[in-house]
């Protein structure tokens, strides 16, 4: 009898579970564990923060998708303790293994700095999207009575993926919001330490999603630092040239880190990022398998840990499950490879930006949005099934 755990039930974690249903040999016993019994789509949680989706749309019961041979339980994960090969709960007795796959995903990350953690709105969960929401349309309706600017004063700090998509989301939140409240102008500013924006697309659709956000009434403050937040205020710049941009709703999208569980096990880690062998184990305990945003999987092309995103999550929980059913039968692991097949992100409504297959083809506007669209269906197909797809997908067209 084997027991493989896989702790997580996010992208990678889903895909470990499925994979390792198909391949795993008779008697292993196969146990998937998360904190919560519903899987969110995070890629999707800018909407649920912006308001023009409802929570429900991106999120499936995880009971209800998995195969029979693979046992869920609820728990939350404390620690991991690779010597004894057991993981120990905050809710739930300890648990032994034989193998398993961390894929705790992350949490939001505040640097340290000042304020952050006290003023600033995290976006990192189902819950956490639904309050930004909550806080926005709050502070808008609340201005009948205060008459106070600061409430229609919305602030995006950090303008990387996330806070560039929920961008897109607001320009269509805010002209609902000022026509139900009848308020004036609702102002949204982003503010982002980087000159140029988005680096990961090429410069013509960069400037194309700046422009398309700006002409669409956002404020884009870029070469901007952020380095304090204060109540109702963000600080940017020092010293002298320290000025404040005024809003009562405060949006942290300045960066991730993996989950603390990562710390709190002791593994060697940046930002509970664990670097793994390309077989995707830990070389001196190979049957710890570390997957998703926890883990700095190196890429050989660039020497440099590939990137946080769900693409990858889903590709390295599919090849840890296949590593594991390998090695319970003697076999040989494989390496981890990747090639990108496109990026693709949302400005909202029918707009976008993306860079497609091996030749990067580009795309903007409507077509972007369609292939937005399609990796959205897809994802939903393949981490639930082809009902929750039919149910909850956003059809291409
Ligand atoms: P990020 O790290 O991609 O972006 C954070 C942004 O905040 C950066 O542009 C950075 O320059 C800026 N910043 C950092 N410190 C600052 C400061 N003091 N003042 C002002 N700006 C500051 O983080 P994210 O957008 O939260 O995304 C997290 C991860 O998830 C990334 O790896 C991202 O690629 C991934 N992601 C991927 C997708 C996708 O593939 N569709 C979508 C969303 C997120």
Redesign the pocket.
């Known amino acids: 009898m084997t027991d493989v755990l896989i702790l997580g039930a996010g992208y990678a974690g889903i895909r470990a579970a499925k994979t390792l249903s198909k391949f795993a040999p008779q008697n292993t016993t196969i146990t998937l564990v998360d904190k919560n019994t519903i899987h969110a789509e ?2 999707q949680l ?1 909407e649920v923060a912006a308001g023009t989706m409802p929570a429900d749309k991106i999120t499936f019961d995880i009971r209800s998708i998995l195969p029979k041979s693979v046992n869920f339980v609820q728990a939350e994960v404390k620690k991991v303790n690779v010597d004894a090969k057991t993981v120990d709960f905050v809710d739930h007795d300890t648990m032994a293994y034989d193998y398993v796959v961390v894929a705790l995903g ?1 949490r ?2 505040s ?1 340290g ?1 000042p304020g952050a953690d006290e003023n600033a709105l995290p ?1 990192e969960d189902i819950p956490s999207a639904e309050k930004i929401f909550e806080t926005i349309e709050a502070h808008v309706a609340n201005y009948a009575k205060s008459q106070d600017r600061k409430d229609l004063s919305i602030i995006v ?9 929920l961008l897109g989301e607001l320009t269509h939140t805010v002209p609902k919001l000022q026509a139900k409240y009848n308020t004036p102008d609702i102002q949204v500013t982003s ?4 000159t140029r ?4 697309f090429d410069e013509s659709l960069a400037n194309y999603a700046m422009e398309y956000l700006q002409d669409h009434g956002i404020n884009m403050m870029t070469g ?4 304090k937040i204060e109540p109702n205020a963000v600080v ?1 710049g020092d010293g002298e040239s320290e000025k404040r941009v005024y809003g009562n709703t405060i949006i942290w ?4 880190s993996g989950s603390d569980v990562i710390a709190e096990s002791g593994f060697e880690q940046r930002r509970n990022r664990v670097v793994v062998t390309d077989k995707l184990n830990l070389k001196e305990h190979p049957e710890v398998f570390i997957v998703g ?1 926890v883990s700095a999987a190196m890429d050989p092309s660039s020497n440099r840990p590939y ?5 990858i999550s889903t590709r390295e929980g599919n090849l840890a499950a296949k590593n594991i059913a390998s090695a319970i039968q003697g076999g040989a692991l494989e390496p981890f490879t990747y090639e990108s097949i496109g ?4 400005l909202g409504g029918a707009d976008g930006i993306a860079q497609v297959g091996a030749k990067q083809r580009k795309y903007k506007g409507f077509m972007a949005k369609v292939l937005k669209r399609a ?1 959205v269906d897809k994802s939903l197909f393949e981490d639930a099934n082809l009902s929750t797809m039919f149910k909850k997908g956003r059809w291409p067209l």
Request: glycine share 8%.
């Open positions: 995070k890629t800018h992350f939001s990350e640097f700095l976006l700090a950090g303008a990387g993926f996330t806070g560039i998509e503010m982002e330490m980087a924006i988005l680096p990961m901007t630092k952020i380095t940017y999208t300045v960066g991730v945003d990137p946080t995103t769900a693409q990026t693709v992100a949302s990796v």
